[in-house]
């Protein structure tokens, strides 16, 4: 009776992101429908679709899986209910190296600059998690030295924004910490998805020892379980995903934490339960979302990041209420 409640919340989730999917090609200012029938538009049509429109929808999907995928699995290892991708700090650390190519000047000509910048943070900041959790591999090390990694890129990012002495760097900075998926190519996919596939690849080998971390670090141990390995693969994954989503798209914020909650109602509980359906849930979110942005009701497109924290932080201030005897002690 599980398995089948299981496979038919798959089968749910994977239509609603194909309707998305398709509703992300074909929803825009310019409609494009009509011409796709027309011989003497559908040229047009073809290179609105395949030039514009397909590459930010494969990017959203990319972007809302890893964020799903991401969130599900930092909740289950920290075993902490309102964790999401930016408790690690990767995508500070992520954001601050797109920051910084911006803010150099140098984005201004090689435009492609800025998410290689956002995976060199990125590597960076796993880099240093790894080292740390290589000599003391706990749950809370890695809170709180996460906490301390998004301290200091936010603090460096404001640096950067106070001492910017050209208003049009500091006004490109600021769009792109909002987070957006508008004016990416083919390009940025190809740079991205083979670290996310990557990502992905570990994350789901090491849903096993994630089940067993449930049960706490003595119990996964005593299974056969090397808690040590489970923590690092983790953060390398993490990394991965997040470091490379973040370079490409910015900020996009609450994904990771909203989606793995809504889902546990269907799924249950189990955190390996919860990976797949978190990343067609989190294609889902980021590819509606994106298609908001895009509808011809104002003159500037919304950025994808204000979109999505319109919708996740009423959620998260609903979970602060729900779990506050736990965590606040009231």
Same mark, same amino acid.
């Given at each position: 009776?599980q398995?089948?409640k ?32 027309? #011989? ?5 049509a ?14 959203? /999907? ?79 090390t ?9 301290? /200091? ?11 910017? @002495? ?5 006004l ?19 740079l ?5 596939i ?6 789901w ?10 049960l ?9 379980? #090397? ?11 993490v ?5 490379? #989503? ?13 989606v ?18 978190s ?9 509606? #979302? ?10 500037t497109?919304? @950025? ?27």
């Amino acid at each position: 009776m599980q398995k089948n409640k299981y496979q038919k919340s798959i089968f749910i989730l994977f239509s609603m992101m194909f309707v998305c999917f398709i509703g992300s090609l074909l929803i825009g200012k310019v409609n494009i429908f009509p011409s796709l029938f027309d #011989s003497k538009s559908n040229e047009m049509a073809f290179i609105i679709l395949s030039e514009i429109r397909l590459p930010r929808t494969l990017l959203a /999907l990319l972007v809302g899986a890893s964020l799903g995928l991401s969130g599900a699995i930092l909740q289950g290892f920290l075993r902490n209910p309102l964790a999401e991708s930016g408790i690690v700090g990767i995508s500070s650390g992520a954001a601050l190296g797109s920051v910084l190519c911006i803010s150099l000047g140098v984005s201004a000509h090689f435009s492609f600059l800025i998410p290689l910048f956002g995976m060199a943070g990125a590597t960076i900041t796993a880099g240093f998690l790894y080292i740390i959790l290589k000599k003391y591999f706990n749950v809370y090390t890695v809170i709180l030295v996460g906490i301390a990694i998004n301290s /200091l890129a936010s603090s460096l990012t404001s640096v950067i924004l106070n001492i910017s @002495k050209n208003p049009y760097s500091a006004l490109e900075i600021i769009f792109w910490l909002l987070g957006s998926l508008e004016g990416r190519t083919m390009d940025h996919v190809i740079l991205c998805l083979p670290f996310i596939i990557v990502g992905w690849g570990i994350l789901w080998h090491t849903r096993q020892g994630l089940d067993a971390l449930s049960l706490g670090e003595e119990t996964a141990q005593s299974l056969g379980y #090397s808690v040590k390995n489970t923590y690092q693969k983790i953060i390398v994954g993490v990394a991965l995903c997040i470091g490379a #989503s973040v370079a490409v798209s910015g900020i996009i914020g609450f994904v990771g934490l909203v989606v793995p909650h809504i889902l546990r109602l269907w799924v249950g509980q189990k955190p390996s339960n919860l990976l797949v359906p978190s990343m067609l849930g989190g294609g889902i979110i980021v590819l509606s #979302s994106d298609i908001i942005t895009r509808l011809p009701l104002w003159d500037t497109e919304l @950025k994808l990041g204000v979109v999505t924290s319109l919708i996740g932080a009423p959620f998260f201030i609903h979970l602060i209420f729900k779990y506050r005897k736990k965590y606040a002690g009231i």
